[in-house]
């Protein structure tokens, strides 16, 4: 929640291309959010300020992430 206040105080959510928060979030079928956090989740996404590895629980599963 941070993170999206910051692009839009810097105006930089206002420079992201129009997607809809599914189409965004869909990659990342494992990743648990609250519906109130989904918006901004998908804004940090687009904006390139955080990222992950669609379908993770492969990655998991192979080993790429460590508990």
Known sequence: M???KAMKITELK????AKSTNEIIHPYKD???S???LNSI???LQA???TGMPRCK???EAGHYKS
């Open 48 to 50: 390139g300020i955080v």
């Open 2 to 4: 941070t993170i999206a």
């Open 14 to 17: 206002d420079q992201l291309a």
């Open 42 to 44: 998908a804004d940090s």
């Open 58 to 60: 492969a990655c998991t």
């Open 35 to 37: 519906d109130w956090a």
């Open 31 to 33: 990743a648990a959010a």
